[in-house]
């Protein structure tokens, strides 16, 4: 395995994820764990991530220096190469020259850990930093250097220890994919032994571990990644698993009629199911904020998960799809990583909740979750499901939700999800979905002066839901949803498309 110790970069997931689509496995870890717990993975090699922090900084994020004197193969990203030099005896300064973005390398030296890149031309790298390693330690090597950056990329042969300044886990870099193989089986030796099959089984002892003979409450939404729990958790534990499938009101057209079939005709999983429509949507009413929105979806959600668990009596755990893109988004999970938004799964749960989290799912990313989806059984069309968030139409409402609203939007997504599903490109996209601006305009339909709303459509491709570019669809089918949707939803007279990417935008609007 390798082992990745996190300072905090919003890139740290993207690592995890190149690894193991080399079917390596690979866990983040804090960077501030303890030395014993760094021993005890036993891993092939360390990674030591790029972070938001200075290692000129007073409480800047640290390892033990006796990490580096292991014998065991590290490579240094952006703030860990920064770390290495100046733990090592090498000299780091804060630059006025700052590289961000796309820049050019040139190679100084053959090596292993640039074997299959073309050396002899210079490389395009993605760079983000601010300081800059100005001398390196006793041992290194200058293997590559940039305009602003003299030591790009250092290494010490002997003991194994890399460095490099720019970030090979980003798809800005070339060759980044080929530059962690490099690391992974040419310096770390490791075997491409680890797979989804694996990893089904291993999660299904952990399971087994954790829950016990207790009974497990799962938040069914009926979306590929609380249906891979709620299925995951059946073949783990059986009938000691009750799923709650809670109809907030903000669901898709005709959402919870397939749900409680799907589950209780085809999987044969005990279903709880609860229409709290009314609840949610009192709870909603004059909120436009989209955090309070998210939060007070979150908690309600809870709320009646303590409920149902009373009504079953003796509930301990509550399962739910948690995803690592979630985690890393709402909160310093692993390493002091910036909060962007709440999630309602991870960034809305009550201090005094009383049953405990099972979270099969929090070190996956979606394509990950799909992979596992397939590893179970689960058919592909509920494998390949657009993500839907789990406020729902709630943050795809902007501003105040009102009945009315949501019965507009239902019915403009509906036609968005069918006219991509007829052209052939429901499977080519990562999501696409319907957004209700709280915007009025002006319109003529039928020779009368109309002032409704209007609805952005979104479409986008990802493949883990932490960049995405929004995707050009056929200007004739972008004609036939406006013209559908105009003409057959009521209070909405104007269509645009959303041409916005991640960055610097969010998939969801809210």
Request: proline residues 4%; negative net charge.
């Amino acid at each position: 395995m390798i082992l990745i110790l996190d300072f905090g970069s919003q890139y740290t997931q993207l690592i995890a994820r190149r690894i193991r689509e080399q079917n390596v496995y690979c866990e983040i870890q804090p960077c501030n764990i303890n030395l014993s717990v760094i021993k005890s993975f036993k891993a092939e090699g360390i990674i030591l991530s790029g972070g938001p922090s200075s290692v000129l900084g007073e409480l800047s994020p640290t390892i033990d220096k006796q990490i580096l004197e292991w014998g065991i193969p590290i490579l240094g990203i952006c703030y860990g190469q920064q770390l290495i030099a100046s733990l090592l005896g090498g000299e780091v300064q804060n630059s006025d020259q700052s590289e961000y973005g796309r820049t050019e390398i040139t190679f100084e030296k053959e090596s292993p850990f640039f074997a299959e890149i073309p050396t002899n031309e210079s490389l395009t790298v993605w760079m983000s930093h601010g300081d800059l390693v100005t001398s390196i330690p006793d041992g290194f090597q200058i293997l590559a250097t940039s305009d602003n950056s003299p030591f790009a990329a250092i290494a010490d042969p002997d003991k194994k220890i890399f460095g490099i300044q720019f970030h090979p886990e980003v798809t800005h870099t070339s060759y980044g994919m080929q530059i962690l193989k490099n690391f992974v089986f040419n310096i770390c030796e490791c075997k491409a032994d680890w797979d989804m099959a694996a990893f089904l089984e291993t999660k299904i002892n952990e399971i087994k571990t954790q829950v016990g003979d207790e009974k497990v409450i799962c938040g069914l939404s009926g979306g590929v990644d609380s249906s891979v729990v709620a299925v995951l958790l059946h073949k783990a534990i059986g009938d000691n698993l009750t799923c709650v499938f809670v109809n907030n009101g903000l669901l898709r057209k005709g959402e919870a009629d397939r749900v409680i079939d799907l589950f209780t005709k085809h999987y044969k999983i005990n279903l709880v199911y609860v229409d709290a429509t009314d609840t949610f949507l009192g709870k909603l009413e004059g909120i436009s904020d989209p955090e309070q929105k998210r939060k007070i979806i979150g908690n309600e959600f809870i709320g009646i998960f303590d409920q149902e668990s009373a009504k079953l009596e003796d509930i301990k755990f509550l399962a739910q799809g948690t995803l690592y893109p979630d985690v890393i988004e709402s909160e310093s999970f692993k390493g002091p990583s910036a909060v962007i938004k709440s999630h309602h799964n991870v960034g809305g749960l009550p201090e005094n909740m009383k049953m405990s989290l099972v979270e099969p799912l929090r070190e996956l990313f979606k394509d990950e979750v799909r992979e596992l989806g397939k590893t179970l059984g689960i058919d592909d069309e509920l494998v390949y499901r657009h993500p839907f968030p789990g406020p729902g139409l709630g943050i795809r409402i902007l501003g105040e939700i009102s009945r009315e609203k949501i019965a507009v939007l239902q019915e403009a997504d509906h036609i968005v999800m069918q006219e991509i599903k007829a052209a052939g490109w429901y499977r080519k996209v990562w999501q696409s979905f319907a957004v209700l601006l709280p915007i009025k305009s002006v319109g003529v339909m039928g020779d009368a002066r109309t002032y409704d709303w209007t609805i952005a459509i979104r479409c986008v491709n990802s493949t883990d839901a932490m960049t995405a570019d929004w995707v050009q669809l056929p200007y004739d089918l972008l004609g036939k949803i406006s013209n559908r949707i105009i003409n057959e939803v009521k209070k909405i007279n104007r269509v645009v498309y959303d041409i916005t990417s991640k960055p610097p935008g969010t998939i969801e609007w809210e």
